[in-house]
């Protein structure tokens, strides 16, 4: 999935890159916080772990192999920022030293594969194995998340070909989207035996294990889930299929759809369409991004607002640790 | 692949290009590629220029031509795949002839640069124009350790085969996944040795 130079025009060049560089300086900030000293070199040893583990090829049928990428596989054992760091130093050595992807095509390799594969990947993974327990819980967790965040990927890469004009998105959503559910069953299957080995012979290399990893709560969570947002907003949103929805399909069949009255505020973007902009994929894409940003802007506002703030002992289970302490004391 | 690998002593050679410094070079090369990506289909005067750059360079930097055709020919997969979508639905901003040739220009200067120059050179480029360091160091790690790596992955999945018995794709797939699962646990114990090292040598 490595888009070569010449395939991502300049605007979505421009636009990648934007929020690749928000997304990775994300994830260095918080590499820097959360990762002790000791384990930094661990990212490069990653770095070239992932890339070793790329050439490991699976047998699948006749000539054809199967192999790893890598994302949800490092998010598992290294966290979320950690593997956003090491993906995005692995992608940067690819296309300079092996030509495997374009250089001004680097932003939207990196969003795509460091941060959107990542980031997807890892939530899913979060939420199902908070929903199947123990470690088969886990394992299927990244089965899934793995499968998932492939095809997320590819969805995104097709949306900045078409949005470059090279591929039309309905060709290029339909092969790459196709492609990439099969290509995930690799992934998804090869990640979840890996993370199995790994957890059956040396648990404690899983820096995910540690109990550190849970208390990092929300923050993350909302920092790269509106990077994410704003990335499907922009990339993918103005290809959505545009069939009229069950209302308006019922409204136009029964015969009630003139019945519908002119609006009685007017809107800035009225059906997502800006009046001066006359690229209609770009002013959705504007249209998108603005609203998601409102929205979550919106969101934080009334979480401000509505929830009271906690005491400053309310510390979780650190608060409990000391008060059990005090007492034996 | 794995000669593919280890061509990266052809950045140690010393013709004209090579004597180049590393910030001229990778300057004239992000700007020839932006150039490129950016200019219109008709400015044939840009794209005549660009490849007569490349062809001098080439020619003066005394790489083998193969390799050069070898590494150009990475493209193909993309550019015939694109082509193939572009047959049952043509999107035809610019046709896909021309976006070939855009791209096999940007991917001959990529080549040019990056063998001409010695990766801890591009690396201190990279950190004099801002780059996080933790993002550097990173990267500086895996080269280093990436073709120890490779060269042990390779040996593992070789050992494991030799020692296997049982036929059938499920056992190749668990035997690879083990050989891939201690890959990752031998490096995470290299990281730890490294850390030691680099201290002990007055890294913060």
């Given at each position: 999935?490595?888009?070569?130079?010449?395939?991502?025009?300049?605007?979505?060049?421009?636009?990648?890159?934007?929020?690749?560089?928000?997304?990775?300086?994300?994830?260095?900030?918080?590499?820097?916080?959360?990762?002790?000293?000791?384990?930094?070199?661990?990212?490069?040893?990653?770095?070239?772990?992932?890339?070793?583990?790329?050439?490991?090829?699976?047998?699948?049928?006749?000539?054809?192999?199967?192999?790893?990428?890598?994302?949800?596989?490092?998010?598992?054992?290294?966290?979320?920022?950690?593997?956003?760091?090491?993906?995005?130093?692995?992608?940067?050595?690819?296309?300079?030293?092996?030509?495997?992807?374009?250089?001004?095509?680097?932003?939207?390799?990196?969003?795509?594969?460091?941060?959107?594969?990542?980031?997807?990947?890892?939530?899913?993974?979060?939420?199902?194995?908070?929903?199947?327990?123990?470690?088969?819980?886990?394992?299927?967790?990244?089965?899934?998340?793995?499968?998932?965040?492939?095809?997320?990927?590819?969805?995104?890469?097709?949306?900045?070909?078409?949005?470059?004009?090279?591929?039309?998105?309905?060709?290029?959503?339909?092969?790459?989207?196709?492609?990439?559910?099969?290509?995930?069953?690799?992934?998804?299957?090869?990640?979840?035996?890996?993370?199995?080995?790994?957890?059956?012979?040396?648990?404690?290399?899983?820096?995910?294990?540690?109990?550190?990893a849970d208390s990092r709560g929300i923050r993350g969570l909302v920092q790269y889930g509106l990077l994410v947002a704003l990335g499907i907003a922009v990339f993918v949103a103005p290809f959505a299929c545009s069939w009229p929805d069950g209302l308006e399909a019922?409204?136009?069949?029964?015969?009630?759809?003139?019945?519908?009255?002119?609006?009685?505020?007017?809107?800035?973007?009225?059906?997502?369409?800006?009046?001066?902009?006359?690229?209609a994929v770009g002013a959705t894409a504007i249209a998108g991004a603005v609203g998601s940003l409102v929205a979550f802007a919106l969101a934080l506002l009334l979480g401000r607002l509505l929830v009271p703030k906690q005491p400053a002992n309310a510390g979780g289970?650190?608060?409990?640790?000391?008060?059990?302490?005090?007492?034996?004391? | 692949?794995?000669?593919?690998?280890?061509?990266?002593?052809?950045?140690?050679?010393?013709?004209?290009?090579?004597?180049?410094?590393?910030?001229?070079?990778?300057?004239?090369?992000?700007?020839?590629?932006?150039?490129?990506?950016?200019?219109?289909?008709?400015?044939?005067?840009?794209?005549?220029?660009?490849?007569?750059?490349?062809?001098?360079?080439?020619?003066?930097?005394?790489?083998?031509?193969?390799?050069?055709?070898?590494?150009?020919?990475?493209?193909?997969?993309?550019?015939?795949?694109?082509?193939?979508?572009?047959?049952?639905?043509?999107?035809?901003?610019?046709?896909?002839?021309?976006?070939?040739?855009?791209?096999?220009?940007?991917?001959?200067?990529?080549?040019?640069?990056?063998?001409?120059?010695?990766f801890n050179e591009t690396l201190r480029v990279l950190k004099r124009a801002c780059v996080p360091g933790l993002l550097i160091t990173t990267i500086g790690l895996m080269h280093r350790y990436l073709f120890v790596l490779v060269e042990e992955a390779e040996r593992?999945?070789?050992?494991?085969?030799?020692?296997?018995?049982?036929?059938?794709?499920?056992?190749?797939?668990?035997?690879?996944?083990?050989?891939?699962?201690?890959?990752?646990?031998?490096?995470?114990?290299?990281?730890?040795?490294?850390?030691?090292?680099?201290?002990?040598?007055?890294?913060?």
């Open positions: 999935m490595h888009i070569p130079d010449g395939f991502i025009d300049g605007k979505t060049a421009a636009t990648t890159a934007v929020l690749s560089v928000a997304g990775v300086g994300l994830a260095l900030r918080r590499v820097r916080r959360e990762l002790p000293a000791r384990k930094v070199p661990l990212l490069g040893l990653a770095a070239a772990f992932v890339f070793a583990a790329q050439m490991v090829n699976f047998p699948v049928v006749g000539g054809t192999s199967g192999h790893l990428i890598g994302g949800v596989l490092v998010a598992a054992l290294l966290g979320p920022s950690a593997a956003v760091v090491v993906l995005t130093a692995v992608l940067i050595v690819q296309c300079y030293l092996f030509n495997d992807g374009g250089v001004m095509a680097l932003g939207a390799n990196v969003f795509n594969m460091a941060i959107l594969n990542v980031v997807s990947g890892y939530a899913i993974y979060r939420l199902v194995s908070r929903w199947l327990s123990g470690i088969r819980g886990r394992v299927t967790a990244v089965a899934f998340a793995g499968w998932c965040s492939t095809v997320l990927a590819s969805i995104s890469c097709a949306g900045q070909l078409a949005w470059s004009g090279r591929v039309a998105w309905s060709a290029g959503f339909t092969a790459m989207a196709s492609v990439h559910m099969l290509i995930g069953l690799g992934e998804g299957s090869i990640s979840a035996l890996v993370f199995l080995a790994i957890q059956r012979t040396r648990p404690e290399v899983i820096l995910e294990n540690t109990p550190s019922v409204a136009k069949k029964l015969g009630f759809e003139h019945v519908a009255a002119a609006p009685l505020l007017a809107a800035p973007a009225p059906d997502y369409q800006i009046g001066a902009i006359h690229w289970s650190r608060g409990l640790e000391e008060g059990r302490m005090k007492k034996t004391e | 692949m794995n000669a593919n690998l280890f061509s990266h002593h052809h950045s140690h050679g010393h013709s004209l290009i090579h004597r180049v410094p590393a910030l001229a070079k990778l300057g004239v090369g992000v700007v020839v590629i932006v150039g490129t990506v950016l200019a219109p289909s008709g400015w044939s005067g840009w794209f005549l220029a660009v490849t007569a750059l490349l062809v001098l360079v080439a020619v003066l930097s005394h790489l083998s031509l193969l390799f050069l055709f070898k590494r150009l020919l990475l493209l193909s997969p993309f550019v015939l795949g694109v082509a193939a979508v572009n047959a049952f639905q043509p999107a035809a901003r610019e046709s896909w002839l021309v976006v070939a040739m855009k791209s096999a220009l940007c991917l001959l200067t990529v080549i040019l640069v990056s063998n001409t120059t010695p593992m999945r070789r050992a494991r085969l030799s020692r296997t018995f049982t036929p059938g794709r499920p056992f190749r797939w668990r035997s690879l996944a083990t050989v891939v699962g201690q890959l990752f646990v031998r490096a995470s114990e290299r990281a730890e040795r490294i850390y030691d090292a680099m201290c002990a040598r007055g890294w913060r």
